[in-house]
């Protein structure tokens, strides 16, 4: 069975920080390109990023480089969601996805206010 286990997310002030970890099982976490979409309250589904199976490519979103940075440890089937200068705009369940997708975690919440 293909779980997608997002950790992370919590409330943090503008300007902070926050890391987001999605922890795989049930397939061959290396032969996917994976992916962070995020939800903000009363919007559809918007892509943030996403990474090649080595880690060697990554993909962003406009407004997202140089803020976010993803990242990928094979060895562990974790992929990570690293979130700089937090805004407000960044509010949102972010959702890690599997593939083109064909899988998604549960989500994590993160709350961007003073």
């Known amino acids: 069975e293909v779980q997608l286990v997002e950790s992370g997310g919590d409330r943090v002030q503008p300007g902070g920080s926050l890391r987001l970890s999605c922890a795989t099982s049930?397939?061959?976490?290396?032969?996917?390109?994976m992916s962070w979409v995020r939800q903000a309250p009363g919007k559809g589904p918007a892509w943030v990023s996403s990474i090649s199976w080595d880690g060697r490519s990554t993909y962003y979103a406009d407004g997202m480089k140089g803020r976010f940075t993803i990242s990928r440890d094979n060895a562990k089937s974790t992929l990570y969601l690293q979130m700089n200068r937090l805004n407000a705009e960044d509010t949102a369940v972010y959702y890690c996805?599997?593939?083109?997708?064909?899988?998604w975690g549960q989500g994590t919440q993160v709350n961007v206010s003073s």
């Open positions: 049930g397939f061959t976490f290396d032969d996917y390109v």
């Open positions: 996805v599997k593939g083109l997708p064909d899988a």
